[in-house]
């Protein structure tokens, strides 16, 4: 559904299909709320990207009662399933890399507060290094047969399901996907 793309584990890996990247930042954001990304990239990126962070919070509400529905739940995690097969299928060290990114971010928020940029630029760079094979693993899951359907179809099942509790809804999920598609047109680097 929504394509979070800022906010912490999320935000690092724009490449993470929605169902998966909606997963790991509840939980990463459950476990550490303190977390933050910051953007390198023009101001216009920068606007852009605290424009979704700002839709993106006041749709979680409801895309959490979306989500309370027990066949909808089921069809994420078939997705999520296929997805993360196809995945380790062509990296079967996928959801290793994909926690260490989750454990950079968290890191990276310990020694910012505790003024350890040296720490910082070192885990920075670590995602870099990171975001390539995760990006891979994606692209080719997401050609795989399937999966592109499965996740295409868990979206589109849960706006229909958002939009029926809450019709007014539309215009901030079709900005949401404006939003994500400037920014991946712009390329910008997450900076954490």
Excluded: N
């Amino acid at each position: 559904m929504i394509r979070t793309i800022c906010g912490g584990f999320i935000a690092c890996t724009l490449c993470i299909p929605t169902a998966l990247r909606a997963q790991a930042t509840e939980a990463r954001e459950a476990a550490h709320p303190q977390a933050v990304v910051a953007w390198q990239g023009s101001p216009q990126a920068q606007a852009w990207v605290e424009e979704a962070r700002v839709l993106q919070q006041r749709m979680q509400p409801l895309q959490q009662r979306a989500m309370q529905d027990t066949s909808l739940r089921r069809m994420q995690r078939e997705a999520t399933s296929a997805l993360s097969r196809a995945m380790r299928e062509q990296d079967a060290e996928i959801l290793g890399k994909l926690a260490r990114i989750g454990e950079i971010l968290e890191q990276a928020a310990a020694s910012r507060a505790a003024g350890d940029e040296a720490t910082v630029a070192a885990l920075v760079t670590e995602m870099r290094e990171l975001r390539p094979a995760v990006a891979e693993a994606e692209a080719y899951a997401m050609s795989q047969p399937g999966v592109s359907e499965r996740m295409t179809a868990f979206e589109a099942e849960l706006h229909t399901r958002m939009l029926a509790l809450d019709p007014s809804a539309a215009q901030s999920l079709r900005r949401l996907g404006e939003l994500e598609q400037q920014l991946r047109d712009a390329q910008f680097e997450p900076r954490i």
